[in-house]
Structure formats: structure tokens, C-alpha cells
């Protein structure tokens, strides 16, 4: 009895195994996380007397992605300095913003966090309560990525952009990539 039992649970065991092999993994798009946290800092700034707009500059968001990923993937890392030894400011540099930045990280041992968890590992922090009321920063780049047991959030801050924008690839009036009709 327990042969015939284990013959008929085997191809439904198969089946499953091999279903949760093959299933997509799940790609998680942080972009209203990431827009929220601008708006925060936004109402921070404004909050403090800022007259300022600060604005989402591209430079800054690929700085914070690169050092998202490296927190995310780095657990010995917590803060400021990436696995390489890295600063913000080379970060920035890196990615070609060429002005004074400053950066804010959240960390939450969780699959998500949220703006209210942010906030709170913000706020009450001193050195970035005052980076995020800081009038002179004028743009920001943030990014969030998660794992399983692990989210990180970075905004990357800047004064203002002396270098040139960053290139986009060209495209004729009405040409939609990936588009063909």
C-alpha cells in the first residue's frame, strides 16, 4: 500500500518542484516608494522655510542605486561608506554630478519599509534631520531595492549640478522604442 501511495504522490510532488523551478521571480518597481521620499524631503524643506524646489536629478539616482545594491548585497555595511571604500561624494562624481552631496540611508531588516519608516529612521538622526532641511540642496536622486529579509533606501543630495547633463540616446519625432506597429 505504501508503494502504491508513494508511485501515485510522486508525479504531483514532480509537478509542484517543478512549477516553483520554473516560476518567474517577482521584480518589485519601488518608483512610488522613491518618488514619496522626494516628496518628504520636499515638504521638509518647505516645513523648515525653504523656498527652494529640489528636483530628481538622474546623476544622484544612479549614485543611490549603486549604493542601494551595494548595502543590499554588503550586510557588514550600514551606512555611508560602500564595500570599496567609497564616499558619496566619489559616488556622485562617478555617476558625473560635479557639486556638494550629502546622503541619507534607511535600512529595514523586511521585504518592504515604509515613507512613515523611512521618515522615522530619518528624522530622529541628527546629521540627517539636517541634510534633509538643508535649503542649499537643490536636487536629490533616490533609490530602493529589497530583498526577502532586507530593504534599503538611499536619497543622494545635491547644491547644484556644474557638470553637463547626462546624454540621452537620440530618437526621432513619433519613434517609440520597442514600438513597431
Not at 102 to 119: D, F, Q, R, Y
Request: include cysteine.
Amino acid at each position: 500500500m505504501t508503494v502504491l501511495r508513494a508511485v501515485a504522490v510522486l508525479p504531483v510532488l514532480t509537478a509542484t518542484c517543478a512549477g516553483f523551478l520554473t516560476a518567474p521571480t517577482a521584480q518589485a518597481d519601488n518608483r512610488r516608494l522613491n518618488d514619496s521620499v522626494v516628496a518628504n524631503v520636499y515638504t521638509a524643506q518647505h516645513q523648515a522655510g525653504c523656498s527652494t524646489n529640489i528636483k530628481i536629478n538622474p546623476k544622484l539616482r544612479l549614485a543611490a542605486q549603486w549604493h542601494t545594491n551595494d548595502v543590499l548585497r554588503n550586510r557588514a555595511l550600514g551606512g555611508d561608506i560602500g564595500s570599496d571604500g567609497s564616499t558619496v561624494a566619489d559616488r556622485a562624481r562617478n555617476a558625473g554630478y560635479d557639486g556638494e552631496v550629502a546622503e541619507t540611508v534607511a535600512i529595514n531588516p523586511a521585504l518592504a519599509i515604509s515613507g512613515v519608516e523611512i521618515l522615522n529612521q530619518w528624522w530622529y538622526r541628527p546629521d540627517y534631520h539636517a541634510i534633509m532641511h538643508d535649503c542649499a540642496n537643490v536636487d536629490i536622486g533616490v533609490w530602493s531595492e529589497n530583498l526577502i529579509d532586507r530593504t534599503v533606501v538611499v536619497a543622494v543630495y545635491g547644491k547644484g549640478d556644474g557638470g553637463p547633463p547626462v546624454p540621452a540616446p537620440g530618437r526621432e519625432f513619433g519613434n517609440v522604442p520597442g514600438w513597431t506597429p
